[in-house]
C-alpha cells in the first residue's frame, strides 16, 4: 500500500478511535493535573463527547468497557479488589479502639496464632507496592497475612482519580486488618479535588496545607477506628533538591498528625537514608559496607532499600506495638 494510502488509513482509524472512546478520554484528561495541557485536551474532547452522547455510541462502548471488566463511570484509576480475610477473630481484640471507647496510644497489638493470622494491609502509592513485597517477606506466613495495595500515581490529593479514603473504608469493612501500612506522598503536590472532580483547595493556596492534614487525619481514623494499628511511612529524601521542600513539609504533616492518634506511629525514612550532612545518597553504609539503595531515578529503591524500609516498619511493630517476635523473620 502507498505510503500516502497507510497515512490516511491511519489517520481514519485516529478519528474513529477518538469519537468512540471520546467520554473515556475525557474524564482521563479531567484527572490530569491542572494547567494548558489538560484544559487544552478538554476544549477538544468536549464538543467530541457531546456528539458521541447524542448519537448514543458512548452507551455502546460503555457495554463493552464493562464486559471487559471496567466501570466506565469509576475513577479513571479505579478501585481495589479486596479479598475477605481468611479468618475472623472469635473476640474482637481488647486493645483495639473505637470511636466511642479510645484506648490509650501505642497498646499491644493482637497476638497472631496459625488459626487466626494478624491481618496486615499495605496501601499507598508506588512506594507502597514496592514495600508490600518485602514487608510481606519480613513476617512468617504461618503467623501474618500480608494484602499488598500499593497503587501507582495515587495519593490523597486526587480522590477523583483514585478515592483512598473511600477505599480504606472498603478495606475496613472487607478485610478488617489488624495492622495497616501506610506510604503516599509523592503524587500529591497538586490541587486537592473530591471524588466528583471539585477542587477544594489550589496547590500553592493558604487552604491547601490545612486540606491535606484533613485528609491524612481521616485516611488514618479510619483504620484506627476500624480496630486496627497503623504504621504511617514518611517519604524518603531523594535526588532533586527543589522536591524537598514540599516533601518535607508532608512529612511534617504525617507525623504531627499520626503522633496524638491512638494505637499509630511514624516511621521515618527521611533522615534514615540521608548522609550525615542531609544530603542525598544512592547508598546506604552498614558494617562499614556500603550497599546501593536507591534507584536510578532517585526517588524508588532497589530491592535492597526497601528490603531495609521493611526492616524498620517490622522493627516499630515489634517496639511500639510489641508484636511477638515469633511473627517476624530473624
Not at 447524542?54 to 464486559?67: K, L, Q
Not at 501500612?181 to 471524588?195: C, E, I, K, T
Not at 484506627?224 to 504511617?232: E, S
Request: glycine residues 8%; without cysteine; negative net charge.
Amino acid at each position: 500500500m502507498p505510503a500516502g494510502s497507510v497515512l490516511v488509513v491511519i489517520l481514519v482509524a485516529l478519528v474513529v478511535w477518538t469519537f468512540l472512546y471520546a467520554p473515556t478520554l475525557e474524564r482521563d484528561s479531567k484527572a490530569q493535573p491542572l494547567g494548558t495541557r489538560r484544559t487544552a485536551s478538554l476544549w477538544v474532547l468536549r464538543p467530541i463527547t457531546a456528539i458521541s452522547d447524542f448519537m448514543r455510541v458512548t452507551a455502546v462502548t460503555d457495554s463493552a468497557s464493562r464486559a471487559l471488566g471496567r466501570e466506565p463511570g469509576g475513577a479513571p484509576g479505579g478501585g481495589l479488589d479486596v479479598p475477605p480475610p481468611e479468618e475472623l477473630p472469635t473476640v474482637s481484640p481488647t486493645s483495639s479502639p473505637t470511636p466511642t471507647k479510645p484506648v490509650r496510644k501505642n497498646s499491644k497489638i493482637r497476638r497472631p496464632t496459625p488459626y487466626n493470622k494478624l491481618r496486615v494491609v499495605v496501601v499507598g502509592d508506588s512506594l507502597a507496592a514496592g514495600l508490600g513485597v518485602y514487608l510481606e517477606r519480613e513476617f512468617r506466613p504461618a503467623l501474618v497475612r500480608v494484602l499488598r495495595q500499593g497503587r501507582i500515581s495515587t495519593g490523597l490529593s486526587r480522590l477523583d482519580y483514585f478515592d483512598w479514603i473511600g477505599e480504606m473504608r472498603k478495606i475496613e469493612r472487607s478485610y478488617q486488618p489488624d495492622l495497616v501500612v501506610v506510604m503516599v506522598g509523592d503524587n500529591d503536590n497538586q490541587s486537592l479535588q473530591s471524588p466528583d472532580g471539585k477542587i477544594v483547595a489550589e496547590i500553592g493556596s493558604f487552604e491547601w496545607p490545612g486540606g491535606y492534614e484533613a485528609r491524612v487525619e481521616e485516611f488514618t481514623r479510619i483504620a484506627v477506628d476500624g480496630g486496627a494499628h497503623v504504621t504511617w511511612v514518611g517519604l524518603p529524601i531523594v535526588q532533586r533538591k527543589e522536591r524537598w521542600q514540599v516533601m518535607q513539609r508532608q512529612n511534617d504533616i504525617f507525623e504531627q498528625v499520626v503522633d496524638p492518634v491512638p494505637n499509630a506511629i511514624y516511621v521515618d525514612t527521611w533522615d534514615r537514608f540521608a548522609t550525615r550532612d542531609g544530603q542525598y545518597t544512592p547508598f546506604y553504609w552498614e558494617g562499614g559496607q556500603a550497599e546501593l539503595v536507591r534507584a536510578t531515578d532517585g526517588f524508588h529503591f532497589t530491592p535492597r532499600g526497601y528490603e531495609l524500609v521493611a526492616e524498620a516498619v517490622a522493627d516499630a511493630v515489634v517496639e511500639e506495638f510489641r508484636l511477638p517476635t515469633a511473627a517476624v523473620n530473624e
